[in-house]
């Protein structure tokens, strides 16, 4: 074996939950190796510049890393190529690195499961050949997807409604590991220019399965009322284009400018389909309330009255009326404590240790001839 624990990540070009998720991990195993597809630091945190990265060949391909969506229809061979020598292989995965062969034994933390596979609707704003694509391979996708992730020893998943998602779809047991919020809300800040308190916060990827058209649409009725929206994604051009004026974007927030936004909202909005809400984790570390879509992962997040309030539908009129009948002193201040405590990354270094040991006491599965 060449090394104790490698991790295997899909791509590192964007400042999302599941890096955030890997920064914590190196923490846990600072010398451990990640393997990734293609990897742009000045698109992802900081953090990861000092571990070793190590990227699959097309890394090296012109284009690739600015365009890396356009890459995601071939990243499933790519990784299946991929032999990885280690005691544990953990792999942070959204749809591809499970794909990874390995020598020992292969931990798959499942952030969700392939949209291209199971939500293609939620997917991207896809072009017409990347249609044409999932339509042509559509099938022989869900075949891979169903048969790398099963190819795994052992399982984990954020919460309880991702563990039943993947027992739904792929007969099998996840342990629930719940990710780190690894955004110190002690540390420095950095205000916005032009942005006075009080505003309401979306921070998230600029995707359609945000649902951030309907939010904005929202705040069309709502005149008096501001939204401020962090993050970068394929959607930003029509999304800006089409935000009313009491609608400012950011883009990609660091983290000083994330904690004065999340200090300085009122409370965040969070309409997306998401397997497991990272962002209402976040706010609760700043005592502030989350407005949440009741749908997915957000209700292993959020607690009801306590820490937010759901909304049913993500539909302008109802995220509106939810927005109107926001009464901010109403929430615990223990129980956003509590969310914090259960995801302190204290907490998920010490469970990942003890999964590590878990599984060199076990032996790995031999590689197919």
Not at 22 to 44: C, G
Not at 213 to 238: E, H, K, S
Not at 299 to 314: A, I
Request: some cysteine; hydrophobic content about 45%.
């Amino acid at each position: 074996m060449n090394a104790e624990v490698v991790f295997v990540h899909d791509h590192l070009v964007q400042r999302g939950g599941s890096e955030r998720v890997l920064v914590s991990m190196l923490r846990a195993f600072p010398d451990a190796p990640v393997y990734t597809s293609v990897y742009l630091d000045e698109l992802t945190y900081p953090e990861l510049g000092a571990a070793d990265i190590r990227c699959l060949a097309i890394d090296r391909v012109p284009g690739v890393r600015r365009h890396h969506r356009a890459a995601f229809p071939i990243l499933p061979f790519l990784f299946s190529r991929l032999r990885v020598d280690a005691r544990v292989v953990i792999c942070n995965s959204s749809g591809w690195s499970q794909g990874v062969q390995a020598t020992g034994r292969k931990v798959v933390y499942l952030h969700a499961l392939a949209r291209w596979v199971h939500t293609p609707g939620q997917w991207t704003s896809a072009t017409a050949a990347r249609r044409a694509a999932t339509a042509l391979f559509g099938r022989s996708l869900a075949e891979w997807d169903r048969r790398t992730v099963g190819s795994a020893d052992r399982h984990l998943v954020a919460g309880s409604v991702m563990q039943a998602r993947v027992r739904d779809v792929y007969g099998l047991d996840a342990d629930i590991l719940p990710p780190p919020v690894a955004l110190d809300p002690e540390g420095t800040t950095s205000a916005v220019p032009g942005v006075d308190p009080g505003f309401f916060l979306s921070a998230a990827r600029l995707v359609p399965y945000k649902n951030l058209d309907v939010v904005m649409a929202a705040f069309v009725d709502l005149p008096d009322q501001r939204l401020v929206i962090a993050g970068t994604g394929p959607d930003a051009a029509q999304l800006r284009a089409r935000a009313p004026a009491n609608v400012r974007f950011v883009g990609d927030a660091d983290d000083a400018t994330l904690r004065w936004l999340y200090a300085n909202c009122r409370a965040l909005v969070s309409a997306g389909y998401e397997p497991y809400g990272m962002t209402p984790v976040e706010a609760a570390a700043f005592a502030k309330p989350t407005l949440a879509l009741r749908e997915g992962g957000l209700v292993d997040v959020v607690v009801e009255g306590q820490t937010g309030d759901f909304f049913d539908r993500p539909e302008p009129a109802v995220i509106a009326d939810a927005i109107r009948r926001l009464d901010v002193g109403r929430y615990s201040e223990a129980t956003f404590r509590a969310v914090s405590d259960r995801h302190s990354e204290r907490t998920f270094i010490a469970c990942l240790r003890t999964v590590v040991e878990q599984e060199l006491d076990r032996p790995g599965k031999p590689l197919p001839s």
